[in-house]
């Protein structure tokens, strides 16, 4: 049993999910576009326009519980975006970071975790639900 929060279904467009995409590489990158951003989008795209059932204005209906594993099997299989799984510079030790540290001095031994982009991109998904919620009750109100 998942949170309740996750626990339903929404609507999605196919921009929604490269949207999700492009703005978790860009703020989970240690760059400031992450290297085949727009192939990693393309890619993404064509992928997920398999795996989900869209209608012909490009919006399906998603159960959000078991979304975060649907994602990173879709994910795990580009290329492009699993590479950005792993340091530019090859390092594959241990990197100190505090909570005062921004990360590794070197962006080259930072990477983008690929299983949190499929989560955020999940999250992304329960938000927008949470504050479309908030609005309609505002809007009742008034």
Same mark, same amino acid.
């Given at each position: 049993?998942?949170?309740?929060?996750?626990?339903?279904?929404?609507?999605?467009?196919?921009? &929604?999910?490269?949207?999700? @995409?492009?703005?978790? @590489?860009?703020? /989970?990158? +240690?760059?400031?576009?992450? !290297?085949? @951003?727009? #192939? $990693?989008?393309?890619?993404? &795209?064509?992928?997920?326009?398999?795996?989900?059932?869209?209608?012909? *204005? &490009?919006?399906? /209906? %998603?159960?959000?519980?078991?979304?975060?594993?649907?994602?990173?099997?879709?994910?795990?299989?580009? +290329?492009? !975006?699993?590479?950005? *799984? !792993?340091? @530019?510079?090859?390092?594959?030790?241990? %990197?100190?970071?505090?909570?005062?540290?921004?990360? +590794?001095?070197? +962006? &080259?031994? *930072?990477?983008?975790? %690929?299983? #949190?982009?499929? /989560? *955020? %991109?999940? $999250?992304?998904?329960? /938000?927008?639900?949470? #504050?479309?919620?908030?609005?309609?009750?505002?809007? #009742?109100?008034?």
């Amino acid at each position: 049993m998942g949170h309740e929060r996750f626990d339903r279904t929404v609507y999605a467009s196919v921009s &929604d999910f490269t949207g999700a @995409l492009a703005k978790w @590489l860009v703020k /989970q990158s +240690p760059y400031t576009v992450p !290297i085949n @951003l727009s #192939a $990693c989008v393309e890619k993404f &795209d064509k992928k997920v326009r398999k795996v989900f059932s869209f209608d012909k *204005n &490009d919006i399906t /209906q %998603i159960a959000l519980l078991g979304l975060t594993e649907t994602v990173y099997s879709v994910l795990e299989k580009i +290329p492009e !975006i699993a590479s950005l *799984n !792993i340091p @530019l510079s090859g390092h594959t030790g241990n %990197i100190f970071v505090s909570r005062v540290s921004s990360g +590794p001095e070197n +962006p &080259d031994d *930072n990477f983008i975790d %690929i299983m #949190a982009v499929a /989560q *955020n %991109i999940t $999250c992304e998904f329960a /938000q927008r639900e949470d #504050a479309e919620a908030w609005l309609d009750r505002e809007k #009742a109100t008034v």
